[in-house]
């Protein structure tokens, strides 16, 4: 017969040969870069089958806490609260008596933290704690943390290398559209004898939801415009491309009024955009023989028209397009253009920007600096403004999209 001491010494070189090839196994599987459903099938192999668990259960934290493992266990997971009931073991514990029942079901709870960051805890049963040494119960339980630790970082490995490519099509996307948005704007404005445009955008993220436009009609017939979407992101360039080429369509009927275009606009937006998104809109034509300019303004900030010396707020139109199937009132005002007069359309960012003091820069500051500084040309009076928005705001970040448009007529 076998010494005692031989026999115990076989056995537990037998044992430390057992955990060596079940973490060669789990670390040439991780190797292979198998699904989630497959690691956790190896571990519950080992534990089941190889270890003779008869029980367990395994949490692991994604956005929440979720049981991502269950075997012989035939209560309801929804009655153990990670957070109330399991955050407070920081160490391989035995379940001697719990005041939830549910958890008196195990034996011992087999946390899982990195950096102090709890990852997963791990319920057992099927250890006779009581006939086994306390030093061979210890280095059993504590093979089992560290297996489980492997496996529970090989998931969280994966859920991070997915999210990163989740990260990279989103930011593929966001140059695409990014891009698309860029095509938006119209590339070369006019500054001749008659007229001097500059516009200036800022957008707050990759891609925004603000347009603005200058079309010539004719010879002596223009059209300029801005607007701005509901919502920011993908959805809402998407809106804003899908409701300029609806415009750019619209004006190749030979003749068309701005009620007619702004009608048709706002069943273009309603239908594409459902109701969950509406686009604020500022539209004019101006004729250069006549001189008059013909306006509607569909819920848009007010453009600046000034002459340097009165102001006058270009407020005529109606709701904005989107917010109902059918415009319930619209009105349109046409004004005769003097000489050297100024018009200056913009977006809600300029106006809602937010300075240190919670103070909004509000259209009477705008209208100030456009009276004070009214002899610039427009490409400096773009670059005045948005030097004192920056002023203004001081550490404060721009919160919205904000675009400038600005228009003398000679």
Known sequence: ??????????????????????????TNSINTNPSVENLLRIYE??????LGFEKFVLFNKQDTWDSILKVGFKGKIKDIDVDRDLMRFKDITVIESSHLPVLNQFEV?????????????????GIEVKTLKPSSTFENLSFIQTLTNIIVVAIENKRMAKEALQQERIKKELEVASEMQKLLFPSDLPSDKRLDLAATYKSRHEVGGD??????LSDDEFMICIADVSGKGISAAMLMANFQATLRTLLNYQSFELEFLVEELNTKVMTSAKGEKFITFFVATYNSTTRKLKYINAGHNHPILTNGRKVKNLKKGCIGLGMLDEIPFMESETIEIKTNTTIILYTDGVVELENEEGEYFETDRLEKIIKTFYPLNMEDMNNLIFSKLDEFRGENDYVDDTAIFSCRIF
């Open 109 to 125: 709870v087999v946390p899982i933290f990195h950096k102090n960051k709890a990852l997963a805890f791990l319920l057992i049963s």
């Open 211 to 216: 347009y603005y436009d200058f079309i010539p």
């Open 45 to 50: 192999f080992i534990l089941k089958e190889q």
């Open 1 to 26: 017969m076998k010494d005692k001491f031989v026999v115990a010494l076989e056995k537990e070189i037998k044992l430390k040969d057992f955990k060596l090839n079940s973490l060669l196994e789990i």
